[in-house]
């Protein structure tokens, strides 16, 4: 199983410093990768080639850039660089992000988001497969008059997005390498992700996609302080459509319903419920809910897993 786990910076000392330990702590627990979510202080895809570069059998990702207020070339002259840097390991995770964390914080309007994908991904692709663009959208134009590709920024940069709505996965299959949803359970994953996504692939004449899988969970005895944690850590998506949307798919009511909580043997099985939805890969986040001693049994177990 391919398996990794979210990093989350700390809350004092030195935040690069502080990721690489943590990263060369889950390589040699046996994990295959480690990703970076993107906020509001420091930059995950700059993290992500740093940490790449320094633990190099480690494969490394965002998770996610939200586009809005970000622009193509921009993104993929900082995802080019995060790849030479990692030496080929890095993963760009992009999103469109919540309505709620664009507009009254950019100033930026959270308008025609799937049009918006869409030419933000054809751009991006000409920039990292190419070098080069002169794409003029509605939304979005990208035509550099200079050469925009890295040296060693090779292999080509594997783009996912954590698409999880129709039309949505229609554009990330057409024109991406995957998605990374998250709070999609198994059914939500096999019975609407991964039969639309590949549809749209395989119309597009592009290999299946990757589904990657973030996952909310941890390893712990106290199930009742772990779950009372989740459902103050995932409460954010309730009062988002997107992840209303999807967690409704599932049969749940809330976000923190998604989140996996139990022993070693409980944990294993819901892990091997998303692979067995159509996951290829499975990356754990908030494994930090209840403490480091919960944290670091449930990478123990990740690495086993992935093992």
């Known amino acids: 199983m391919t398996i990794g786990v979210v990093l989350y910076p700390p809350a ?8 690489v330990a943590k990263a060369k702590e889950a390589e040699a627990a046996g994990l295959r990768s480690a990703w970076f979510a993107q906020q509001f202080a420091y930059d995950a895809i700059g993290v992500a080639g740093l940490v790449g570069r320094e633990v ?22 900082q ?3 995060a790849q030479a ?57 990208a035509a550099p008059p200079l050469p925009a590709s890295v040296p ?75 779950r009372e ?3 103050q850590a995932t409460s954010f998506y309730d009062r988002i459509p997107s992840y209303q949307r999807v967690v409704a798919l599932e049969g749940a009511a809330k976000a923190a ?8 043997k409980a944990v294993t099985a819901a892990v091997r419920r998303y692979f067995d939805a159509g996951a290829t890969e499975v990356v754990f986040t908030q494994t930090d809910l209840v403490g480091e001693d919960a944290r670091a049994r449930t990478w123990r177990l990740l690495g086993e897993l992935a093992g």
């Open 12 to 19: 004092s000392g030195n935040l690069v410093d502080d990721l």
């Open 56 to 77: 190099p059998g480690l494969a490394v990702g965002t998770s996610v850039v939200p586009i809005f207020a970000r622009h193509p070339i921009l993104v993929s002259s």
């Open 79 to 81: 995802a080019q660089t």
């Open 85 to 141: 840097a990692a030496h080929g390991s890095f993963h760009l995770g992009l999103g469109l992000g919540a309505q709620s964390f664009v507009e009254p914080v950019f100033g930026v309007p959270y308008d025609r988001p799937v049009t918006r994908l869409r030419e933000f991904l054809t751009a991006l692709r000409s920039l990292l497969e190419t070098g080069a663009a002169d794409f003029r959208g509605e939304t979005v134009t």
């Open 152 to 226: 060693g920024a090779t292999p080509r940069v594997p783009v996912l997005v954590a698409a999880m709505a129709p039309q949505a996965l229609r554009v990330t299959g057409e024109l991406a390498d995957g998605t990374l949803p998250f709070l999609a359970g198994p059914r939500a994953l096999g019975e609407h992700i991964v039969p639309a996504i590949t549809a749209a692939a395989e119309r597009a004449g592009r290999p299946a996609p990757r589904i990657v899988a973030a996952v909310a969970g941890v390893v712990t005895d106290d199930v009742d302080a772990a």
């Open 229 to 231: 944690a989740a459902a």
């Open 257 to 264: 319903e998604l989140v996996e909580i139990g022993d070693e």
